[in-house]
């Protein structure tokens, strides 16, 4: 009886040191990959748009997937929606890369929810425009894509629109959208509105005129790219202020578009790509940046009319260039404003426009 | 023994709805109270409360969703009344047709059945080119953003809860106090009102509890059919929480809601029918 006794508990001895051994092996390969791939199996968490998202999935996500192994885990939504989030799970973070633009870059650096990159983890960072590679100061962001705010107009029922001012046409209302305050280039359109009938960016006060008398005229005020697409696709609009990421799929319409370069040029501003303060997997986020700035990235992005390159050594065909953020001639009537001011502004500009539209 | 036997099997059974309510019910409800007269130093103070009040725009907004929410319950309860007595009617059969086509919509994303909103109600959408074709518009109407698409959408919403609850309440209704009610003199239209609808009562309280309430609080359908420039309290709570990360103030909205709805669910049940208090 006691020797069964004792051949029991060596047997289960030797079990739980088998398995010990077998965990800790397994541990350890997953910790250095067993074919070359140091994070395999490991997942990264990515806040971003959902805008284009078979696309982006196509371009970035799954050959990203693919070359290291990794699974991509998306959390989508618009600048707000994330970064709320991002705030209220600041004590126990879950993005590792934070994708923010304007505005909502500078306001995630200034709640602390992003943190610096290292600058030499990012073989491709060289390669970007000058002004991309740290649009926020102190390493806190890539600008990774660079995009545009334009107007565009239906060629069919309106005449050809080549200012700012034209938005106040008569013929214009009830045709007319802009974006809504609290998107990326809502505040854009105040500065624009105030250089076109005041000569100035910065007398917002007439801006904001202009924009109380354009609401009667406003079919509604879009909070999406995929809102104004709708609106498009209906026929509800036909003049609209529009970011050119979304052009490709405005030309897919299949309506009648043109889009031009207003008297007052254009609004410039780049997409950017920060690590998530808190990440545990900081050389992943890096691999991952690096792999959005990537030649072949930016490329199959621009032919696909989704992302302008922020790379200056992206070739692109002339009939793909006409319809992206790109060229010597358009990027030099891009207008760049100041993320501190225009968050600074913001719940005192969102107040007055709340104030015109709920009359 | 077997009658508390009878009882804890009655409290283990209650146990885990009442468990689900306290932990994700009840406990954001005192979160969300506390945090709307948390003071800004600490403490209670009605403060907040004074602010979203004393704002002209909140109060522009708030009696607009009231002002739908009180168009769109009375439009149900007029049409819900009528189906769902008509359904209770019903052989068991055509009943369970009839009823499958009453939950059909419920079984479809709000989100799908508000977007066939905007092939219906947009400027070359269905309503308009009827319109337009048949000589009664010459150009289409603004149909879309509009008062009026939200309160459309929203009564699409809600109608099949109130047929549901109606037909429920009225399935109680015995046919022999309908037959006894006939037999004694009252005409139809008599008895529908004097009977059937007091002794329906409970249900419509309900029903227009739930379609109010819901009228109220929907963001979807309010964001998709009226935009940015018909906001509601729903569509202002979520700019105060998650672009201006005013909690607080988002806060405070909330409760209002929520007393709002108070206020008409106690409100209606002073108009129960005396004789069935």
């Known amino acids: 009886m006691r020797k069964t006794r004792n051949l029991f508990v060596l047997v289960i001895f030797l079990l739980t040191l088998g398995t010990q051994l077998f965990a800790s092996a397994e541990k350890e390969s997953a910790a250095t990959g067993t074919d070359g791939m140091p994070y395999k199996g490991q997942e990264l968490t990515i806040s971003m748009w959902g805008y284009n998202m078979d696309l982006l999935e196509k371009n970035i996500i799954k050959p990203f997937e693919e070359k290291y192994g990794v699974k991509i885990i998306v959390e989508t939504g618009n600048n707000s929606a994330r970064f709320t989030k991002m705030v209220a799970r600041k004590d126990n973070p879950l993005v590792d890369v934070a994708l923010f633009a304007g505005s909502w870059a500078y306001k995630a650096m200034d709640e602390g929810i992003i943190k610096p990159y290292d600058p030499s983890k990012l073989t491709n960072l060289s390669a970007l425009m000058e002004n991309a590679k740290d649009p926020l100061g102190g390493n806190y962001a890539v600008g990774y894509t660079i995009q545009h705010l334009g107007l565009f107009y239906r060629t069919d029922k309106v005449a050809e629109i080549t200012s700012w001012r034209d938005l106040s046409r008569d013929e214009l209302k009830g045709v007319l959208s802009i974006p809504g305050i609290t998107t990326t280039y809502g505040p854009s359109v105040v500065y624009m509105l105030s250089k076109a009938w005041a000569g100035d960016f910065n007398a917002t006060d007439v801006g904001w005129q202009k924009i109380e008398e354009l609401e009667p005229s406003l079919v509604t005020a879009y909070n999406r790219s995929s809102e104004l697409n709708t609106l498009i696709s209906q026929e509800e609009v036909y003049v609209a202020p529009y970011s050119s990421f979304a052009w490709g799929t405005i030309l897919g319409s299949g309506l009648p578009v043109a889009n031009v370069i207003p008297e007052e040029g254009l609004v410039g501003s780049f997409s950017m790509v920060s690590i998530g303060a808190g990440t545990k997997k900081e050389d992943l986020a890096h691999l991952y940046i690096d792999h959005l700035l990537s030649y072949d990235v930016q490329m199959a992005e621009a032919l696909d009319l989704v992302d302008s390159p922020a790379r200056t050594d992206i070739d692109l065909p002339p009939e793909i260039a006409v319809n992206l953020t790109y060229g010597d001639e358009l990027l030099s009537q891009l207008h760049f404003f100041d993320h501190k001011e225009m968050a600074d502004v913001q719940e005192e500009w969102i107040a007055r426009w709340n104030k015109i539209f709920s009359n | ?277």
């Open chain 2, 1 to 277: 023994m077997n009658r508390f036997h009878f009882k804890n099997t009655f409290i283990l059974l209650l146990l885990p709805g009442i468990i689900f309510l306290i932990i994700f019910f009840l406990s954001p409800l005192i979160f969300v109270l506390m945090e709307s007269f948390k003071g800004a130093e600490g403490g209670i103070s009605f403060i907040r409360y004074r602010e979203v009040l004393s704002d002209p725009q909140f109060r522009f907004v708030f009696i607009r969703t009231l002002k739908m929410a009180l168009i769109v319950t009375p439009i149900a309860v007029l049409v819900g009344y009528p189906s769902a007595y008509f359904i209770t009617k019903l052989s068991s059969a055509k009943k369970s047709i009839l009823m499958s086509l009453v939950i059909l919509p419920l079984m479809t994303s709000p989100v799908a059945r508000t977007y066939a909103w905007i092939v219906i109600l947009g400027k070359y959408g269905i309503i308009n080119q009827s319109l337009t074709s048949l000589g009664i518009l010459r150009e289409p109407a603004r149909l879309m953003y509009t008062e009026g698409a939200i309160i459309v959408g929203l009564l699409q919403l809600f109608l099949p809860i109130m047929i549901l609850t109606l037909v429920s309440a009225m399935e109680n209704v015995q046919d022999e106090v309908e037959e006894a009610a006939l037999s004694l003199g009252s005409g139809k239209a008599g008895c529908f009102f004097r009977v059937i609808v007091p002794l329906s009562f409970d249900g419509l309280i309900l029903g227009v509890t739930l379609v109010f309430t819901g009228s109220i609080t929907a963001y979807v359908t309010p964001a998709i059919l009226g935009g940015a420039k018909v906001l509601t309290l729903s569509t202002l709570m979520r700019q105060e929480a998650l672009v201006l990360m005013n909690w607080e103030g988002a806060t405070v909205i909330a409760v209002i809601m929520i007393l709002t709805t108070l206020v008409l669910y106690n409100g209606l049940r002073l108009f129960k029918p005396r004789t069935l208090v």
